[in-house]
């Protein structure tokens, strides 16, 4: 019953993650860390490389190497930095901290200004989204707020390929950190399938969704991956 449970949360992170950009982690990582912490952060990495491969080939035409190159560059310390503090921090401080900054985050998204993704703000927003990505799987969040203004189909685009080269980063941490083992890569095969369903039932719904709608969905998933992870604090 468990898998199966699982396995629709991915299905719905798959699906919104493949409309708007990023999504699976926060849609899926609260309630499988309730199923199961060992879920959180290794599985839904390795799911989330391959649903990110998928829609990079879809997007692949829309992909910019010269702004991810500043975001991959700042994910690679962010990334070590996440790694740390799996080792070191407990996960009831660090999920307060992560709920906190990335409220603060949609309320100056909100503000009346239009903060431009230039190499230095997207090299910041890749070091975040590593550390992020590593320690909780939700890495989605600083790149996001950052693009938000960008077109619909170069924010698929290029969130797709920055979360290919997150998550084979994430995982070479996760993996001598004891967060991707065995057992972990067990709890990951049977949500493959709907990961890849996921991708496949929202092909049709891509291209009737708008920039101004994928900004709306991207601020309200930011908002709860937040709440989300304030609950945790104050349920742990």
């Not at 310390?77 to 503090?85: F, Q, V």
């Not at 290919?164 to 001598?176: M, Y």
């Amino acid at each position: 019953m468990d898998i199966l449970l699982a396995a629709l949360l991915i299905f719905a992170g798959a699906f919104v993650q493949s409309l708007i950009g990023f999504g699976l982690a926060i849609v899926a990582a609260p309630l499988l860390f309730l199923l199961s912490p060992d879920y959180v952060p290794g599985p839904i990495t390795f799911v989330a490389l391959i649903l990110s491969v998928a829609n990079g080939l879809r997007y692949r035409a829309n992909i910019s190497l010269r702004g991810l190159g500043a975001a991959v560059a700042g994910r690679i310390p962010g990334t070590l930095a996440g790694g740390a503090l799996l080792v070191w921090m407990d996960a009831r401080t660090l999920s307060l901290w992560l709920g906190l900054t990335v409220i603060l985050a949609v309320l100056v998204s909100m503000l009346p200004l239009r903060i431009r993704p230039t190499p230095v703000r997207m090299g910041i927003a890749g070091f975040f989204s590593g550390f992020m990505g590593t320690s909780t799987a939700i890495g989605g969040p600083p790149l996001a707020l950052l693009l938000q203004h960008e077109k619909a189909s170069l924010i698929r685009a290029n969130l797709s390929a920055f979360f290919v080269v997150s998550c084979v980063l994430s995982l070479i941490v996760q993996v001598p950190a004891g967060y991707m083992t065995g057992r972990h890569l067990a709890l990951t095969v049977p949500l493959i399938p709907a990961t890849l369903m996921g991708f496949w039932a929202a092909t049709y719904w891509a291209n009737k969704v708008s920039s101004k709608q994928i900004r709306a969905a991207s601020l309200v998933l930011c908002t709860l991956s937040g709440a989300s992870a304030i609950v945790l604090y104050w349920r742990a």
